[in-house]
């Protein structure tokens, strides 16, 4: 296994946790993670993006970028709790699975068993919520823009819009738009100064 964060108390805990299952960890910086995926086929890629300086956004940005490089690895990500659902829906990684620092054991061991090659990533993979469209204005909402310059720019009604983002707010289990803004500011930032 591939492991980037192992640099703070989570991460620390999984590789421990790992390790005490004989899964073989080889620990890279974020970009080098990248550049050894080449040469490291078929691999789980372990990321700790938890109280790692950089916003949960710019990360699933980079990841995106990089994802023709990662095609062929299971990609694990270990998030805040609070982020996880806007990582799932925006990350558009092909065998990525999320999990939190909440996550239970369980999770973990079949990280473990999907890193020795027993069992398959798609029967636990991470499964999208939300559909294209829903995605499209999320997407867009996370990058700044407010329901009536997403209207103008995907040539939707404004009602059409607010809509759609009320059912985002629904499938993602918040009781209001109030809460998507909070989560949206929250996956935009660090995390090291947000309560």
């Keep these: 296994m591939l492991m980037c964060g192992n640099d703070n108390f989570?991460?620390?805990?999984?590789?421990?946790?790992?390790?005490?299952?004989?899964?073989?960890?080889?620990?890279?910086r974020r970009e080098e993670m990248i550049s050894q995926s080449s040469l490291y086929r078929h691999?789980?890629?372990?990321?700790?993006?938890?109280?790692?300086g950089q916003s949960?956004?710019?990360?699933?940005d980079f990841l995106n970028k990089n994802r023709f490089k990662v095609y062929d690895h299971n990609i694990v990500i270990v998030t805040d709790s609070l982020v996880a659902k806007l990582c799932v829906e925006?990350?558009?990684?092909?065998?990525?699975?999320?999990?939190?620092?909440?996550s239970?054991?369980?999770?973990?061991?079949?990280?473990?068993?999907?890193?020795?090659?027993?069992?398959?990533?798609?029967?636990?993979?991470?499964q999208k919520k939300l559909t294209d469209r829903e995605q499209q204005i999320l997407s867009l909402l996370v990058g700044g823009y407010n329901a009536k310059e997403i209207s103008e720019l995907v040539n939707l009604n404004y009602k059409t819009i607010q809509?759609?983002?009320?059912?985002?707010?629904?499938?993602?289990?918040l009781t209001n738009s109030a809460d998507l803004n909070k989560l949206i500011v929250r996956f935009n930032h660090s995390l090291s100064f947000l309560p």
């Design 10 to 28: 989570v991460g620390r805990g999984v590789s421990e946790f790992l390790k005490s299952k004989d899964v073989s960890i080889k620990t890279f």
């Design 43 to 52: 691999h789980t890629m372990l990321f700790n993006i938890i109280d790692n």
């Design 56 to 60: 949960c956004a710019d990360f699933v």
């Design 90 to 102: 925006l990350l558009y990684v092909e065998k990525a699975i999320v999990l939190t620092e909440k």
């Design 104 to 126: 239970s054991l369980r999770d973990f061991t079949q990280i473990a068993s999907l890193s020795q090659g027993a069992g398959h990533s798609r029967s636990f993979r991470s």
């Design 163 to 173: 809509t759609h983002k009320m059912k985002i707010v629904l499938k993602l289990g």
